[in-house]
């Protein structure tokens, strides 16, 4: 035998863990997008042999990664035939009613909500709605937006259906032959965790931030303002003239500054500015506005190349995994590659800028984008930009919504009636909701996050490699000697908190499947039932509300609410212990 083999054969356990505490690192440094670290992580251990062929093409049979897929398309639906964005404006008519009732049915609703539908969408429409209930009540909208994130994960550990973290453990469970788990199966833990959070967020509601995010919007919340910019190409009537002697369609105090060789020109020097061709406007406008400038056609709006005759303008909100976040807007990869112009940015209750091309990114950004047909196709299919059929530019299939909503609870009423998987169930809705047309065919794959489904099935191969390299076994006969004796409660607590501080770091879908086949060892050499610890697994891998990294939901308002990081560990470390110990007391007491 080859020297090199004959040492990969003998130390291939070793090898295992050499090659995840690489993953672990390259997770960390975040120069690389997780899916890809994972896929290069799978390549890896394939390349060594800790991974044979059989065994990778059996991570394709795990049922979570399709369950997920359909889960997402469901949700889509949903949302594209208006259920969500009108459930939204009811709260916000309530709202104006009655402000506090309001606000509990946003919380009440987002709860049960997010137990059956993806809680990133979600969050992406409500978040307005928490803008004009924080108007109405008088407070910051900071007193609403952590809380928002934080109910949406709570409501999230409530179903098995709930977050892709639940069905990616469930799947691990099912293939290494264990009972399946049903769709209420963690829902009594859930509640406890839930309840546990509730709690925590009405006492400790004094701590949260009560200062404002700088105001991007109206009085009334109705319009998003938009940051752009106006271009004088020669000739223009207001050449050689002082800015505040000269009408540019634009009030005066909308006008940010000039951009004149190279610098903003703001403040009194930009009113007395001469202008020139070439200089650049910066502005907040309306989106009417700016589409009332755009077809008046003086001047050259926004940055980017030129789009053609054909072009129209769509709306799209920059994700929490987008590659160029705190980038300059003007890097952003797609304005570079495409024949696109990004007309303008706007940013929930508060202003982006100084310039629009000088604009770091934040998660929830909302640009206005110019292009043609071709160029919007591949803006679908941009990973990094979620919200394309959600916004007031694409009309609502209102006609379908009853459809879509019945296909949602057939699904789970089927599910947890025993009828059918919940994976099943969900594949023939569907089927369903692609033949009725409450979504096409392009908006069903769009819905789907592909980098999702991607890192599930590496992570899936990372685990199974550790599996066969003995990495796993190795790991167990580590921990053994200290669980061997501890108290079941204590397994469970390590189980549970072990998962929560690698979520807050890492992906959770990642340590689900990573901590997985560890899991299911833990319990055969402990003696404890794989159960509790599986279940101790999903909730804290899902419930971290420590950073604005620990959850996709966490970004979103991070970003859109001007929290500091410090607000979430202020307010997140103790609802992490808290529902922490609440969850593992249930697992511990309330589990055979």
């Known amino acids: 035998m080859d020297p090199v083999a004959a040492l990969i054969t003998e130390y291939r356990a070793v090898l295992g863990l050499v090659v995840l505490a690489g993953i672990f690192i390259a997770f960390l440094w975040e120069r690389f997008p997780p899916s890809v670290v994972a896929v290069a992580g799978a390549g890896v251990m394939l390349a060594l042999g800790l991974l044979d062929e059989k065994a990778a093409y059996g991570v394709f049979s795990n049922s979570a990664p399709l369950t997920v897929g359909a889960m997402f398309i469901l949700s889509g639906a949903l949302i594209r035939t208006g259920v969500i964005d009108k459930v939204g404006n009811y709260v916000v008519g309530r709202a104006r009613r009655n402000p506090r009732l309001a606000v509990a ?73 264990l009972e399946p788990f049903g769709l209420f199966s963690i829902t009594p833990y859930g509640l406890a965790i ?14 949260l931030p009560s200062d404002y995010p700088r105001i991007a919007e109206r009085a009334d919340g109705s319009e998003q303002l938009y940051l752009t910019e106006l271009g004088l190409a020669e000739g223009d009537a207001a050449i050689d003239m002082a800015l505040d002697a000269v009408n540019i369609g634009v009030p005066p105090g909308q006008v940010v500054g000039v951009i004149a060789g190279g610098r903003l020109i703001s403040g009194e020097e930009a009113q007395h500015h001469r202008l020139a061709a070439g200089n650049r406007i910066v502005v907040r406008i309306d989106g009417a506005a700016l589409m009332t400038l755009r077809a008046e056609g003086r ?70 984008v110019e292009a043609d047909d071709a160029n919007i196709g591949l803006l679908r299919e941009n990973t990094g930009l979620i919200g394309l059929a959600m916004t007031s530019m694409t009309a609502f299939r209102r006609r379908k919504a009853w459809i879509a909503m019945l296909v949602m609870a057939s699904a789970v009423l089927l599910s947890a009636t025993g009828v059918m998987s919940i994976g099943v169930a969900a594949f023939i809705g569907v089927g369903i909701v692609l033949v009725t047309r409450c979504l096409d065919a392009t908006e069903a ?84 039932s794989p159960y509790p610890l599986l279940i101790a697994l999903m909730m804290g891998a899902s419930a971290c509300f420590a950073t604005p990294v620990g959850y996709q939901t966490n970004t979103l308002v991070y970003a859109a609410g001007d929290y500091r990081f410090t607000d979430f560990v202020k307010i997140g470390v103790p609802l992490n212990i808290l529902t922490g110990v609440a969850g593992c007391f249930a697992l511990a007491f309330w589990t055979p």
């Open 105 to 177: 049915e946003v919380f009440g609703g987002g709860l049960l909500v997010s137990g059956f539908i993806n809680s990133t969408p979600f969050v992406v429409v409500m978040m307005p709605v928490c803008f004009r209930l924080a108007e109405a009540l008088g407070v910051s909208p900071k007193k609403l937006l952590m809380p928002l994130s934080v109910i949406a994960v709570l409501g999230g550990c409530l179903t098995l259906i709930g977050t892709s973290t639940n069905l990616v453990v469930a799947g691990i469970a099912e293939q290494a032959g």
């Open 299 to 368: 001047y050259v709006m926004g940055i980017g190349g030129d789009t053609g005759d054909k072009s129209t303008v769509v709306e799209v909100t920059i994700a929490p995994n987008h590659r160029a976040i705190d980038r300059p807007l003007s890097e952003i990869p797609f304005l570079q590659r495409q024949r696109v112009r990004i007309l303008g940015v706007a940013r929930f209750r508060h202003n982006p800028g100084p310039t629009l091309a000088d604009n770091n990114i934040r998660a929830a950004d909302r640009l206005l």
């Open 445 to 528: 794959w769009r819905s789907i996050d592909g980098d999702v489904l991607i890192l599930i099935f590496a992570m899936l191969a990372v685990g199974a490699a550790l599996e066969q390299a003995g990495s796993v076994a190795l790991m167990v006969d580590a921990i053994q000697p200290f669980l061997m004796h501890a108290p079941r409660w204590a397994v469970i607590a390590t189980v549970y908190f072990s998962a929560l501080l690698l979520s807050e770091l890492l992906s959770n879908n990642a340590v689900a499947a990573l901590m997985g086949p560890l899991v299911i060892g833990i319990a055969e050499a402990t003696g404890v």
């Open 194 to 207: 839930a309840a546990a959070g509730v709690l925590g967020l009405l006492v400790m509601a004094r701590f």
